[in-house]
């Protein structure tokens, strides 16, 4: 007997990150990595962080932060966020705030809410590859959403979505700075994908977790800030927004948040009761000290050390790339997506840029529904300084020209 003929259908959809695996490079000190999306720790405000955490345990407060918590999160943290999201546009108050551990359990939670076996979401091709494996779990069919332009008829979509034997239930997108492009959606756009989502009647989820990070041009509002202006508030909107602490604090802490209507709220609450009862107190009650006495701060020192990154990334490039390779030029975020001369395949040149040129980077069809996007490759600039930079990309186009 085996164990693997009991498990449920859902489990073929379950497949390794390979971003997770790729991040086993950076153990090899020899491997100059443009691989793992992951922020520097060495600008980790870590003093901070330890600071509030003596004060947290050494304070009126050391038995809340080691007791259980309400499934909802720590209120002053709730607050807190209900503050920035309406300086962003959004007018909201905690009872539109759900702690989640990390936004990856939020896509999690949002997949398990939304989507049945064989139900549509609509997502861009490419797209983040952490959303694709959350919602893999409840078997959807995935549909190509285009912002720029070109998208399908909504009656198109809801007949493919019923040929499958589902509906369509919501679209999916990182509108600024994306993983893994780079590229932010203009509020046209953003304002289309909310008129396709009215006309299907569906939900979309915002991911912004990397919104904080821009470094050039002028902020978007974000779709949920749109939504809310046409819908006549938050809890009439479709918007669900997805934020996180771990690009700008820290991932460790596992404390991110969704921003939407209270319905929505309510249902997520008894799936965090169901799950893991609510992420832990003391890290919530950490991160609201850290956010309230650091965060503009910390967001300005990772603005100036990462737009340096990004500048080195974008010149080597320039510098060394051969005649038909091409890359985006993000605005802010953490990556740069590469495309490469059609008929090439980016996984097979993995295998040699590790073993010849000792350099690591994401092949792009990781980040496909379909699995198509082989000639296309993503590059990580936060942990890549300048001697990484100078060695590294040089030796990745010395591949693509021989």
């Given at each position: 007997?085996?164990l693997l ?5 859902r ?11 790729l ?8 491997i100059?990595?443009?691989a ?8 980790f ?5 330890r600071?509030?955490?003596a ?6 407060e ?7 918590q309400?499934?909802e999160?720590?209120?002053?943290l ?6 920035q ?10 009872a ?8 990856q ?5 949002l997949?398990k809410?939304?989507?049945?076996p ?7 091709w ?15 069919r995935?549909d ?6 070109g ?20 679209a ?6 994306a ?12 304002e289309?994908v909310l008129?396709?989502?009215?006309e299907?009647?569906?939900?979309v989820?915002?991911?912004?977790a990397y919104?904080?990070?821009r470094?050039d041009g ?5 779709i ?24 700008i604090?820290s ?15 309510e ?6 009761q ?17 956010a309230?006495?650091?965060f503009?701060r910390?967001?300005d020192?990772?603005?100036g ?6 500048d080195?990334?974008l010149g080597?490039?320039?510098a060394?790339m051969?005649?038909?390779?091409t890359?985006?030029?993000?605005e802010?975020g ?7 001369p ?6 097979a ?19 496909y529904?379909d ?5 296309t490759l ?9 001697r990484a ?12 020209k021989?």
């Amino acid at each position: 007997m085996t164990l693997l003929n009991l498990l449920a259908s859902r489990s073929s959809r379950m497949k390794a990150s390979e971003i997770r695996e790729l991040l086993k490079l950076l153990d090899q000190p020899d491997i100059i990595s443009f691989a793992g999306g992951i922020p520097d720790p060495s600008l980790f405000p870590a003093d901070a962080i330890r600071d509030a955490y003596a004060d947290v345990l050494g304070g009126a407060e050391a038995g809340a932060a080691l007791q259980y918590q309400v499934s909802e999160g720590y209120l002053p943290l709730r607050r807190w966020i209900a503050g920035q999201m309406g300086k962003l546009g959004v007018a909201c108050d905690e009872a539109n705030i759900f702690i989640t551990s990390g936004s990856q359990q939020a896509l999690d939670y949002l997949g398990k809410l939304f989507l049945s076996p064989g139900d549509t979401a609509l997502v861009t091709w490419p797209t983040y590859l952490g959303a694709l494996q959350a919602f893999n779990a409840y078997e959807p069919r995935y549909d190509r959403l285009r912002p720029e332009g070109g998208n399908m008829t909504p009656a198109a979509y809801h007949a493919a979505a019923a040929a499958n034997g589902g509906r369509v239930k919501f679209a999916y997108l990182v509108p600024d700075f994306a993983n893994p492009t780079g590229n932010t959606l203009d509020r046209k756009q953003r304002e289309a994908v909310l008129d396709l989502a009215g006309e299907l009647d569906i939900a979309v989820i915002e991911d912004a977790a990397y919104r904080a990070l821009r470094y050039d041009g002028e902020g978007v509002p974000p779709i949920l800030a749109l939504d809310c202006a046409r819908s006549g508030g938050i809890d009439k909107a479709r918007t669900l927004y997805c934020g996180s602490f771990s690009k700008i604090l820290s991932p460790g802490m596992r404390v991110g948040w969704v921003c939407a209507p209270r319905h929505v709220v309510e249902k997520l609450v008894l799936m965090k009761q169901a799950s893991d009862l609510h992420s832990p107190s003391i890290n919530q009650m950490v991160m609201h000290r850290v956010a309230e006495s650091v965060f503009d701060r910390q967001v300005d020192k990772l603005i100036g050390a990462y737009r340096e990154r990004r500048d080195n990334l974008l010149g080597a490039l320039e510098a060394n790339m051969p005649d038909g390779v091409t890359w985006s030029r993000p605005e802010g975020g953490m990556f740069v997506w590469v495309t490469l001369p059609e008929g090439a395949d980016a996984t097979a040149l993995l295998a040699r840029s590790v073993k010849e040129a000792r350099v690591a980077f994401v092949p792009g069809n990781a980040f496909y529904a379909d699995g198509s996007g082989r000639n296309t490759l993503r590059l990580s600039f936060t942990l890549a300084d300048r001697r990484a930079v100078a060695e590294g990309i040089p030796r990745l186009a010395a591949l693509l020209k021989g």
